[in-house]
C-alpha cells in the first residue's frame, strides 16, 4: 500500500466495506460506522489525499487523483469486489472508481454526493476549508448542516485535530479553491452514470446547504434515492440511523424500498 495513503483497516467477514470521507474532514468521521460494521465486515477508511494522514499524497487535490489511488490500493490489498461508501466530495470519488474498475465495486452508497450538477456552495466550502480554531470548525459545521441539526463535541474534535497538522490548512486551501473554480464543480455527466450496473443508493437532505438536492433529480432509474426531509449536507452526523441502515441493505443486497 502506498505509504502517503493512509487507511484504516479494522474487522474483518466476508464482505469489505469501503468509506470515503467529504472535503475537510477524515477517516474518523467514520467511527460510528466502523465500530457498528466492523463486527461481521472488514471496513477501511481512508483519508482522502490532502486530508489527515494522506497530507502528503502527490498532487492531492483533483478527485479522479484520489478515486486512480484508491483503486490502485484496494487492487494491491487484493480486494476484489467492495462495497464503496462516499460522502459529497468522497461520493464523486466513489462513482469515479465504480466507473474505472466497475467489476471491483459490489454496490455504491451515495450520501449527497458531489459532481451531480454543477452548482455548489463556494463560499461556504472556502470559508471551511480555512477553519483551524474550534469555534469556526463549529460554525462551518453548523452552516452546512439543517437547521435542527447539533454539532457534538465529539465530532469536532476529529475535524479539529486532523486541521491542526502543520500545512493542513494550506491545503484544504489549494483543494476548495480547485473543487469550487468559478464557482462551479465539475459534473459527471448523467450518461456516464447510467453505465453503472451496480447497485447505487443515494441518500440526500432536503435542506442542503452545500449541494442542492435537486441534483438528485433526472438520475439513472436504477439509483435508488430517498430525499431526508430537514436533513443538511452532513448526512453522517445529522442521520446516523439512516445512513448505518442504508449500508446494511447495501451488504445485504436488498432495497430500502
Not at 23 to 32: E, I, K, P, R, Y
Request: glycine letters at 12%; charged letters at 15%.
Amino acid at each position: 500500500m502506498s505509504s502517503t495513503l493512509y487507511s484504516s483497516d479494522r474487522g474483518s467477514g466476508p464482505s469489505t466495506l469501503v468509506l470515503l470521507h467529504g472535503f475537510g474532514a477524515s477517516h474518523a468521521v467514520w467511527n460510528d460506522v466502523v465500530a457498528e460494521f466492523s463486527r461481521t465486515t472488514r471496513t477501511i477508511a481512508y483519508d482522502l489525499p490532502g486530508h489527515g494522514g494522506s497530507l502528503a499524497f502527490p498532487d492531492a487535490g483533483p478527485p479522479k487523483l484520489a478515486a486512480r489511488a484508491i483503486a490502485a490500493d484496494l487492487a494491491e490489498r487484493g480486494i476484489d469486489r467492495a462495497h464503496v461508501v462516499g460522502h459529497s466530495m468522497g461520493g464523486a470519488i466513489a462513482v469515479l472508481i465504480g466507473l474505472m474498475a466497475p467489476d471491483r465495486i459490489a454496490s455504491l452508497t451515495l450520501l449527497a454526493p458531489g459532481g451531480f450538477g454543477p452548482e455548489i456552495n463556494g463560499p461556504l466550502l472556502r470559508r471551511y476549508g480555512a477553519a483551524v480554531e474550534a469555534s469556526e470548525i463549529r460554525g462551518c459545521l453548523a452552516a452546512m448542516s439543517g437547521p435542527q441539526a447539533t454539532v457534538s463535541d465529539t465530532s469536532l474534535g476529529a475535524y479539529r485535530q486532523m486541521r491542526v497538522q502543520h500545512g493542513q490548512a494550506d491545503k484544504l486551501g489549494e483543494i476548495a479553491a480547485l473543487i469550487t473554480k468559478g464557482e462551479r464543480q465539475g459534473e459527471i455527466p448523467r450518461e456516464m452514470l447510467a453505465t453503472l450496473a451496480m447497485p447505487v443508493s443515494v441518500l440526500w437532505g432536503d435542506a442542503d446547504p452545500v449541494l442542492p438536492v435537486s441534483q438528485a433529480q433526472g438520475l439513472p432509474a436504477s439509483f435508488k434515492v430517498r430525499i431526508l426531509p430537514g436533513a443538511g449536507h452532513m448526512l453522517i452526523g445529522e442521520t446516523p440511523a439512516e445512513v448505518a441502515a442504508l449500508i446494511h441493505a447495501q451488504l445485504a443486497g436488498r432495497s430500502t424500498h
